[in-house]
């Protein structure tokens, strides 16, 4: 199985949000970690056929999707982002809005919203509203669409308690065999622990693409650590302010580097995070605040 994106683009305007990016997945899990407005959702969107790209093309084991359309479609799996902004929905609700999503009639629609709710057991809550759903639930229903081989998940953990996060990152590490899982956030715990890859996107521009461990590596000898207690000004002309924290009765300063030749005094390195790597690339990214919930 392979899912390919050659020199995909997509703009909006004068708003690049996706530039020439060229991927291939193969199945494992695929955290896509970049900020608000990095082009995470655009790429989403595009997979799933709910837009269209200016330039490039997606290609599912050598085929262009848009020549295979409802065939690619019945194996994808999509979670869009907000999608916890319907909590009103009831189950079946939810599964109508998500098989119109794909592009499936309504009659196609009724039949597989059916056909889910048998097989995830859910059928007895199908006028329940999802929010009244015990959270084992809801998870069942979110992978309800047809035990797709290709999922995307468009931050799926926003708004969720640190304890669904967990069940939510333990289910797909569970679910993921032979699977290719593409999970878009900028939270990143929520795939450090999971991803096989980590594919950093930045002002819709693919920067990285490597397994956590390798990420990490490559910022060996630009972490460290210092036990400072004076005003933390004095630290800005060595680097970038990763994180405080107190152990005891000590303050330490956890210090991405300018330039590694260059240390504090009485600092020492650090064995970097993903965190760390999360900051090195887009530290100097502003937030966006606007965002679009248009699909
Ligand atoms: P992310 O999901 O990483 O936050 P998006 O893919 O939503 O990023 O957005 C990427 C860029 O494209 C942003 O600059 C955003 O403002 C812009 N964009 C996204 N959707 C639209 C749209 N429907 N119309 C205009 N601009 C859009
Ligand atoms: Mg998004």
Known sequence: MLLEMKNLCKTYGETIALDRLNLQLTPGIYGLLGPNGAGKSTLMKLICMLIQPTDGIVLFDGE?????????LDRLGYMPQHSCLYPDFTVQEYLYYVGSLKGMHKKEVALRAEELLLRTRLIAMKKDKIQTLSGGMQQRLM???A???ILILDEPTAGLDPQKRLELRNLIAEYSKDKIILLATHIVSDIELIASQILLLKKGKLIKV????????????????INFSRPLKELEPYGRISSIYR???DIFVRLILNDPAILPPQASFVYPTLEDVYLYYFNDEEEVSHEHFSL
């Open 210 to 225: 490597d397994p956590p461990g390798a990420l990490t590596s490559q910022l060996t000898s630009k972490v460290c650590e």
């Open 247 to 249: 152990r005891k009765e």
């Open 147 to 149: 035990d797709p081989e």
């Open 64 to 72: 262009d999707i848009r020549m295979h359309r409802n065939n690619f």
């Open 143 to 145: 992978f309800a669409q």
